[in-house]
């Protein structure tokens, strides 16, 4: 009777083992946020400053790395 608990234990203790890997494996990791829906974009995207400038302008959280030093002005490097 004691081995037959015994092996209970470890079979149960291997399915929750199993399950905790497998949840971990398929969440997001620490400290990070889920997916967003913005499509992802750079400045090498872009020809032009103004074109960064119009998209930056459109939604401004979403394309907040066009704005590398966040004043408001979309690929600086970029010819207008």
């Known amino acids: 009777m004691k081995n037959r608990i ?3 234990l470890i079979f149960l203790s291997l399915i929750i083992l199993g ?4 949840c971990s ?3 997001e990791p620490l400290g990070t946020l889920p997916s967003s829906n913005c499509p992802t974009k750079t400045c090498g995207d872009f020809t032009s400053q ?3 400038q119009a998209t930056y302008n459109s939604n401004r959280s979403c394309y907040k790395n066009l704005d590398g030093d966040s004043d408001g002005i979309a690929c ?3 010819s207008k």
């Open 6 to 8: 015994k092996y209970t």
């Open 19 to 22: 399950v905790v890997i497998s």
């Open 25 to 27: 494996e398929s969440a």
């Open 50 to 52: 103004a074109q960064a």
């Open 76 to 78: 600086e490097n970029l």
